[in-house]
């Protein structure tokens, strides 16, 4: 079974630009979240989507975005990029357990994003 | 969120038993346990959770405290594919099913 897999592995980009990053879940699972990881500020929570429905938002400034397509599969989007938002992008997907609760998070290996 | 304390750093052997504490003082009634690790270059990985009792899977092992407000990470005889930085996490199910608030974690080195 593949594991959760994100395009591209590397990416370097210039202030102001924009960024698309994709995210492909574990078949079977709907839940699709979005982490970004700083040596500053460790792991942080972005957003999460299910059913194409963002149902959880961590605290980022508007500029970064998400949706989730049908087929669960999920992007994420950066506009008008900053120093500040080089960093490991990671995604994770999950489906419920027996009673919905406590899934176990399955993670990508992650989007390494320079911003120059 | 409630929060945990690990310590920053742990070092160990290989073939040996590894213990890795995690503090939570103020762990809610409905708070579970989950312990991550992320091995170098990748995303983190599951590895064990539990809410009161201990739990044991095919990676480790999981003691609870009685009064919850401190849980270990047992590895029973760590490899070197176990160096990694572990997270302890606290999850309130009926909070967001996705959000995971991690801290610092404990880097664990194993020496050959």
């Known amino acids: 079974k593949a594991g959760v897999t994100q395009t591209p592995r590397y990416l370097i980009k210039t202030r102001g630009q924009q960024v698309t990053l994709s995210c492909s879940p574990i078949s079977g699972h709907r839940s699709v979240s979005w982490y970004q990881q700083t040596p500053g500020q460790g792991l942080q929570f972005l957003f999460e989507y299910f059913s194409e429905t963002q149902r959880n938002k961590g605290n980022f400034p508007g500029r970064f975005s998400g949706r989730q397509f049908s087929n669960s599969r999920s992007e994420m989007n950066v506009s008008t990029l900053e120093l500040g938002d080089s960093a490991l992008y990671l995604c994770a997907s999950s489906r419920p357990d027996d009673r919905g609760l406590n899934e176990k998070l399955f993670f990508g290996s992650g989007t390494q994003l320079s911003v120059l | 969120d409630a929060k945990t304390t690990q310590p920053n750093s742990m070092e160990s052997n290989e073939e040996e038993p590894v213990h890795l504490p995690c503090n939570h003082s103020?762990?809610?009634?409905?708070?579970?346990i989950h312990w991550y690790r992320q091995l170098p270059s990748q995303g983190p990985e599951y590895v064990i959770h539990g809410l009161t009792s201990n739990v044991n899977n095919r990676m480790a092992s999981l003691a609870i405290a009685e009064d919850r407000k401190s849980s270990t990470l047992i590895l029973h005889r760590a490899t070197l594919r176990d160096a990694a930085v572990y997270y302890c996490?606290?999850?309130?199910?009926?909070?967001?099913?996705?959000?995971?608030?991690f801290g610092q974690g404990t880097r664990l080195t194993i020496n050959p």
């Open positions: 996490i606290l999850r309130d199910p009926l909070q967001g099913a996705q959000k995971l608030v």
């Open positions: 103020t762990i809610s009634g409905t708070d579970y």
